[in-house]
């Protein structure tokens, strides 16, 4: 479903809007997928596309990210724009949000103006309807000139017509060009002159072309159609715009937004109408206590302590029939598999490996229960304004929260969130610090520890704690990279409404990213397990030199994987971690899951050998004479900040452009990581 190839002779229709208007909704309900909504703006950032079938024709719908205009920004307003002007769109599905409809509809202008054909999804209607106001569809669709459908997106209703419509306008059959808004008079003269110079040079509508060019110059024309105009038309346009300027005094920009603005006020005015008063509303209610000024940012890490005691409370007692399960799996194939090399692999390698990531699945659900509820709820978009202030305070725009709240997810798509931000250098620090939002792959290799060496009692505290320092670590970090320039631009969001979220859209949630875990240890877990476990495995040491009983730590030791360890523990000896520790931190790269299963066959080897009774990963870590629970939380730190999988690192080294950027990030956390976790464990030992 990621990626489909548009061509050929399909149809296309596109789900253009504001940030937040409902379009990934309505577009998981066209399609039948399942991409991610929430209650915040910047969820979607690339185009994503599926298909249906509308009346046997089949259709290929992209969903945009959300802007607020078609202006070349940021780049996920670039990725919207840019899909309008490749000219594959057949018609263009204008998502808005009824119940601020005047506002909606400056950006409907501005798709209209491009000439292509279009309809509007009057969406979130049953929020309209519920305020008390009501709206004269007809009138609407005639002002615009174009069709209006009632939809609501969470629920799938209209959605039936909508298509039905939709289809219509994209083969013609019913007119759907709208009726783009109309500039003052020496505005409208300087468009005229100005389609004079481009007539029949451009392949986009013209009026739309001319504008542009006034607007921004050539830059926005892609490359061919740059081209084939003369460099005395760009100088006939400047010579238009100067004109205008002057005549006017006042710029071609503030004249468009004018027009535009008028535009959808007048039409606003002409449809609506409301009823009475409205009612101080119930999220004006409950804001005036969740983002109070002194009052948000207690609760808001109220929330977060919640979260991480319930999911790990919560969590635990499957976790532990899940243990048992695959305990019982692991000492089935030991007694029915032969002493020897298949052994070892299927109950180490396999059962341990992938086993040892699979019993963390409860724990998965219920973070992702939470953080579901929180996007859905709006309490997500409140969260990102109380942390405005702090964000600033750090030198960072407020918006960078958003991919940093998706970093709690997994940082792949948290990088690719950064494109919401506006400048290059918001951006890129941003990137710099996400890695130290811990995700969800981190959190078995927490729980795992957490409960050895602080007992069930404290792990959801000491949990909660690490994602605070990860915080922490990410706004200092910030603050040192920033203190050179600190950011100017300033921070508009909107809060959205608190809505009930859709039993639906939280099991979708909880199901894409709970699969999305098992998956990966089915795939790319199991993988790696079978390579760390073969890499501790061989080379076997010389069978007579063994002294039966002790010859595990010494097998583990000769291995290739204990090779490694021991060639890099010089690094990790000041912090108190032994070559074993080296192996699971480096097997982390590939992925964060697999510093539980690599610590499972480790341990597991050398029980098997010891010939000791069944005991848990975590009964031997406990038992281990190198940890205690300051170690243990040192370790914690260290693998909260150190180098992000290898995932991560190739969407960074794609999104900042060049691999330059993905090393100097690779070896910056890691020397990061190393420092705090030495800080704290030299520390904490001084004090006793
Ligand atoms: P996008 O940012 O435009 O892609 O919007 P989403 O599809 O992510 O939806 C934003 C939020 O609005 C989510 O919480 C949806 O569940 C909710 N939502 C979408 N459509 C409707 C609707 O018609 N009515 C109501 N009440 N909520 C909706
Ligand atoms: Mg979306």
């Known amino acids: 479903m990621e990626r489909v190839v548009t061509g050929g002779n399909g149809i296309v229709i596109a789900l253009a809007g504001n940030p937040n208007t409902g379009k990934t909704s309505l577009f998981n309900f066209i399609t039948g997928s399942r991409q991610h909504v929430g209650n915040y703006p910047g969820v979607t950032v690339e185009k994503k596309e599926g298909f249906a079938r509308v ?50 509809l400056y950006f409907a202008a501005q798709v209209i103006e491009f000439g292509i054909p279009c309809v509007v999804a009057l969406n979130m209607f049953d929020e309209f309807e519920h305020s008390g106001a009501s709206l004269d569809v007809e009138q609407l669709s005639r002002i615009l000139g174009t069709p209006c459908v009632r939809t609501v997106g969470n629920r799938g209703k209209g ?10 306008a994209a083969t013609g059959e019913t007119p759907a060009v709208g009726k783009p808004p109309v500039y003052r008079h020496e505005m409208e003269h300087a468009i005229d002159r100005a389609m004079d110079t481009i007539r029949g040079k451009t392949p986009l509508g013209e009026r739309w072309t001319a504008i542009n060019l006034l607007l921004y110059g050539p830059s926005f024309l892609s490359e061919t159609v740059r081209k084939s105009l003369s460099a005395s038309d760009y100088h006939r346009i400047v010579e238009i715009r100067a004109h205008l300027e002057t005549l006017e005094g006042a710029s071609v920009r503030a004249i468009v937004t004018e027009g535009r603005y008028g535009y959808a006020s007048g039409a606003a005015a002409e449809c609506l109408k409301m009823e009475g008063q409205p009612a101080v509303s119930l999220s004006d209610a409950i804001d005036s206590i969740v983002v109070h000024r002194w009052l948000g940012f207690p609760i808001f890490l109220l929330i977060l302590w919640g979260i991480f005691q319930a999911t790990f409370r919560l969590g635990n007692y499957p976790m532990e029939w899940l243990g048992m399960l695959f305990d019982w799996m692991g000492t089935f194939a030991a007694s029915v598999l032969p002493a020897g090399v298949v052994r070892s692999l299927v109950v180490d390698g396999v059962i341990g490996g992938v086993g040892g990531v699979l019993v963390f699945v409860p724990n998965i659900v219920f973070l992702f229960l939470f953080i579901s509820v929180l996007e859905d709820t709006g309490y997500m978009a409140r969260a990102a304004f109380i942390m405005d202030k702090v964000m600033h305070c750090f030198g960072l725009h407020g918006k960078s929260f958003i991919p940093m709240v998706v970093g709690f997810g997994c940082t792949v798509p948290a990088i690719m969130a950064t494109r919401i931000l506006e400048n290059r250098r918001d951006r890129l620090i941003t990137m710099f610090v996400l890695p130290f939002m811990s995700c969800g792959a981190r959190l078995p290799v927490y729980i795992l520890l957490a409960g050895a060496f602080f007992g069930p009692e404290n792990a959801g505290n000491i949990i909660f704690s690490l994602y605070l320092v990860g915080v ?51 795939t790319t877990i199991l993988f790696i397990s079978l ?65 539980v299963s690599t610590l499972g066959t480790v341990y597991s080897i050398r029980e098997e050998e010891t010939g000791g009774a069944e005991v848990s990963l975590q009964e ?28 991560t690192l190739a969407v960074v080294k794609r999104e900042a452009g060049g691999w330059k950027w993905a090393v100097l990030l690779a070896i910056y956390t890691t020397a990061v990581a190393w420092m705090v976790s030495f800080t704290f464990i030299r520390l904490a030992q001084m004090i006793g």
């Open 55 to 104: 009346d046997d024709v089949e259709v290929v719908f992209t969903d945009l990210p959300g802007t607020y205009s078609l202006s070349p920004n940021s780049p996920d307003e670039e990725v919207a724009r840019n899909e309008l002007l490749s000219g594959h769109i057949d018609c263009v599905i204008i998502v808005v949000d009824t119940t601020k409809l005047e506002r909606q």
């Open 159 to 168: 959605v039936t017509e909508l298509l039905a419509v939709a289809l219509k």
């Open 531 to 595: 390579v760390i476990w073969a890499l501790m495995f061989f080379p076997r040491p010389p069978e007579p030199l063994e002294p039966s009983g002790s010859n595990t730590t010494h097998h583990l030791e000769h291995s290739f994987a204990g090779r490694f360890g021991k060639f890099i523990e010089p690094v990790l000896r000041p912090l108190g971690f032994d070559w074993r520790v080296g192996v699971a931190l480096t097997a982390g790269f590939a992925a964060k899951e697999v510093i």
């Open 620 to 647: 031997s870590l406990r038992t281990d004479p190198l940890f205690n629970p300051v170690k243990g939380y040192g370790l914690m730190l260290f693998i909260l900040l150190y180098v992000p999988c290898a995932a």
């Open 472 to 522: 922490a670590a990410a706004l200092l970090i910030a603050r040192l990279l920033t203190s050179f320039q600190p950011s100017s631009s300033p921070f508009v969001m909107e809060l959205p409404p608190y809505r009930i979220p859709t039993l639906r859209s939280v099991l979708l949630h909880i199901w894409e990213r709970t699969w999305l875990y098992v998956r990966k240890a089915g």
